[in-house]
């Protein structure tokens, strides 16, 4: 088939790929010239496991193109949507992306094509996006929900081997390209395919989101109380996952969950129960349960300093919202960054990809500053926390930062140590749910 994808992020641009990697051939269509230009030139403009080769493999079969111009891809027999749809200031999925370029696509149409909903949209998108369309053309065309599930850091193997296909089509001509389009993605699983209405599929995506954040913002919550009671959270967490109704995904306590889409999706789904005059109030728990997660490092820092942390140096491992991948949409070390600094330290901080994202970020603030090496973070400082999980933090060389640290201490907000072994080389460590060691 001939595909096209307008939006060339996380989700456009694995899609697309995954897609040529069938032997579709796939225009790309994104208004940031910076990165049609890079991806023209084989340069991959984001971190994403497996992506690259993938793409570079693709581009060489000549399956890939890339283009600033919707009008390119008008001749397709789809067109994904991978579009941002941000939050609001009350909430509300912004949908000016993807309306926009819905009428574009309305005054520019040439002939049938179906239109698919890949960003994460409220119900009754899909019924505005043909709307939209409708209003600037008498041409035919179908609009189609298919939410993505995909997981950054583990995009491209998602989106080959996809645990469900969710499609939300009233037409049977859309329905059956959308089979037809998805076969070989499910050739020994076709009951991976999910047919149903539009509305339905719509929400399908914000009730799995939510679902997972809320299984988070428990956990998180038990963990404080495991703080107060003197409980583990690590083995009422292993104890809770191995009931089988339960399971142990997403029961993991941390620093507070952030990334592109749990925040802004809750977020969307809670204000699309209060224009229908109801009260998701697990859906409000959870976001709120968020925000103080968020705050809960800093404050172990705070309380570790007495509130004296003005002119005190402390080393962060991990920029990116979770490991493998550069993403820092509403990382929780961005909170933390925001939270220290403004009270007077200054962060020396190490991420393996996400560095240049966050300097780019906080270009004016002076008080951070970024090393290349993770163990030219803690040179020096008086204290190193720990915000993202990536794999390369899990056996460091404990003797080696405590010669570097000028203090022997470690926040641990993903809890990968045995806190235990960390004492007993004579570190206080602190981290999410358990005792606190003190050396
Ligand atoms: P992104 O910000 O990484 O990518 C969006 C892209 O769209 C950007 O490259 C931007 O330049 C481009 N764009 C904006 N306006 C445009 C226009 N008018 N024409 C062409 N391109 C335009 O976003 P993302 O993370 O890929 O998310 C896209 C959607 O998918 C969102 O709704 C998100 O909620 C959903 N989603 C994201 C993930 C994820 O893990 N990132 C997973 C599932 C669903």
Redesign the pocket.
Known sequence: MKIGV?????????SGTCLAEMGNDVVC????EG?INSLKKGKV??YEPGLEDLLLQNIAEGRMSFT?K?ADALDCQVLFL?????AGEDGS?DLR??L??AE?IGKQLAGYIVIID????PVGTAKKVAETIAKHTDRGFDVVSN??????GH?VEDFLNPERIVIGSSSTRATKLMQELYSPFVRETPGKLIVTDEASAEMI?YAA?AMLAARISFVNELSQLCEAVGADIEMVRRGMGSDERIGPAFLYPGPGYG???FP??TQALAHMAKEQGLELSIVQSTIDANSRQKQVLPNKVRNYFKDDLKGKTLALWGLAFKND?D?I?ESPALAIIEALTKEGCNIVAYDPQATDNVAQKYQENKQLSFVHNMYDAPKDADALIIATEWKEFFAPDFERIKKLLKNPVIFDGRNLYDPSEVGGYGFYYECIGRKIVTG
Request: charged share 25%; proline share 8%; with cysteine.
């Open positions: 307008v939006g060339t992020g996380y989700v456009g641009l694995v269509v994104d208004i940031d990165k403009p984001i600033t919707l991978a579009l941002p749809t941000p999925a992306y993807i926009g370029v574009e890949k960003s994460t949209v939410p993505e599930f995909l997981r950054e995009a995506k989101n990334g592109s889409c802004k999706d991948t993403d949409r």
